[in-house]
């Protein structure tokens, strides 16, 4: 069935940020556009997907900090040793002054 479509017009909240999990649909239609060379009109949702697709080469992320919008990079420090403990690949902790992500890479039994 989305072989018969032309076309995807893509917009919606632009409150909703393209890697929090509410916009999980929405990431995997933007995926399979990009995949299937779908043309498609992006406004605010949309060009908010395809900025951050361009940005992180495709790479889904999973913001740890802020309820999933970011918050100061002096916060960094106050990351709970437990919740390092428990991060994975992808979750990262982002500045939104500058936009700028950081990932945790456990090495050993030590922290980096």
């Known amino acids: 069935m989305f072989d018969n479509v032309e076309v995807v017009l893509m917009d919606g909240n ?3 940020l393209p890697w929090m999990e509410e916009a999980k ?3 995997k239609l933007f995926k399979l556009c990009k ?3 779908k043309y498609m ?3 605010g949702l949309g060009m908010a997907m395809l900025t951050y697709y ?5 790479v889904d992320i999973h913001v740890i900090n ?5 918050g100061s990079i002096d916060e960094i420090n106050n990351v709970p040793e437990p919740m390092l403990a428990r991060l994975t690949k992808g979750d990262v902790f982002l500045d939104y002054a500058t936009g700028d ?3 945790y890479k456990h090495v050993g039994s030590g922290k980096v």
Do not use: D
């Open 25 to 27: 649909k929405v990431r």
């Open 54 to 58: 361009c940005a992180t080469n495709c």
């Open 41 to 43: 009109f992006a406004a």
């Open 66 to 70: 802020g309820n999933e919008r970011g």
């Open 101 to 103: 992500y950081y990932s």
């Open 35 to 37: 995949k299937t060379n």
């Open 14 to 16: 632009e409150r909703m």
